[in-house]
């Protein structure tokens, strides 16, 4: 035994490691995330970024955002992705910029301010769904009487993870208008230019109306929907029909009065936002009562299901990492028995 630590010390001097001391032999092993199931109050994250506004203003902290931060990850709400709020006041800018990890936005208060991307700028609103695919330049301004609250999804803890974190301000803080506004609607819908092309790994910036999503959820409402997540309206990419990014699917979702879903577990972790309504999930072994404004965490592998014992729909902003773990082959779902 003397002589294995003083070899195992000998192996660790030269940057060496022995299988035998990092591996458990051929045991059963599946998934087991470092990260538990975890809820975070609407009412609590609403009151501190309140106070965060009167705190601090943009000059000092560049975006006013504040992260559901899991407790058990270094960064981000699970280990590839991360769940932000962000606060824009009347007559504020954020400063342009673009990055390595991609981007979305879903607006959860006020109506008027602008996201310029890559030139375009989108007015925005609550209930309005807007992606910022790595890579593209965006500033955000508001010019509009109303607060603007909307929640950001980054992919930045797997673009942290992966070391590929490149990062660039603009050379001018706000972007100059290139494209004509509408031209994004014009140009990647169904009816389409024939030099749109659709083979980019990463989808042109678009935004999607919550009058749209709100219209679709009405008419395809009282369909039968997924046994696992009721009904459930995926954001996708306008020119492939695909994710939302490469990396990460966005969606919403709504569980209907009385609606009780299956239990089922895969690799892939979910964060939910309730939008609107309010109901219960059982995550692992653990039960989470959510209403509107709270954000909570399915972790990958955990077997989850949802209920709505109430009178009104619930309906939630779903984000996923499943379509990463689909492009890598490490996609797996399974049905639990209850
Ligand atoms: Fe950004
Ligand atoms: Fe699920």
Not at 184 to 197: C, D, I, T
């Amino acid at each position: 035994m003397a002589d294995l630590k003083a070899f195992e010390e000998e192996l660790r001097k030269k940057n060496f490691a022995g299988y035998w001391q990092t591996v458990q032999g051929e045991r059963y092993r599946e998934p087991a995330a470092t990260f538990a199931p975890c809820l975070w109050k609407g009412k609590e994250l609403y009151a501190a970024m309140e106070k965060a506004g009167e705190l601090l203003g943009l000059e000092s902290t560049f975006r006013r955002v504040i992260q559901m931060k899991h407790p058990a990850l270094p960064t981000g709400t699970t280990h590839t992705l991360t769940l932000n709020l962000q606060l824009l006041k009347p007559g504020e800018h954020a400063a342009a910029h673009r990055h390595m990890a991609g981007a979305i936005r879903f607006i959860t208060k006020g109506r008027g301010a602008r996201l310029v991307v890559d030139g375009e700028s989108f007015e925005i609103g609550e209930g309005d769904f807007a992606t910022t695919p790595n890579w593209s330049w965006h500033d955000h301004v508001n010019e509009g009487s109303e607060t603007l609250m909307w929640l950001d999804v980054l992919d930045s803890p797997l673009v942290r993870m992966l070391q590929v974190d490149f990062h660039e301000p603009a050379p001018e803080p706000h972007q100059r208008i290139t494209r004509a506004e509408g031209a994004s609607y014009a140009e990647f819908g169904p009816l389409r230019p024939s030099w749109v092309r659709s083979d980019s790994i990463q989808p042109p910036a678009y935004v999607y109306r919550w009058e749209d999503t709100e219209r679709t959820l009405k008419s395809v409402g009282e369909r039968p929907g997924d046994a696992y997540d009721g009904i459930v309206l995926n954001y996708v990419n306008p020119l492939t029909g695909g994710a939302t990014l490469p990396t990460f699917n966005c969606a919403i979702q709504m569980i209907r009065p009385g609606e009780k879903t299956l239990a089922h577990r895969h690799t892939s972790s979910t964060i939910c936002y309730v939008f609107r309504g309010c109901g219960t999930s059982f995550i692992g072994d653990e039960r989470f009562d959510w209403e509107e404004g709270d954000s909570f965490v399915a972790p990958l592998w955990q077997p989850h299901r949802h209920e709505n014992n109430h009178k009104e729909p619930a309906i939630l902003f779903t984000m996923s990492d499943a379509p990463l773990m689909r492009a890598l082959g490490f996609y797996r779902e399974q049905e639990e028995k209850g």
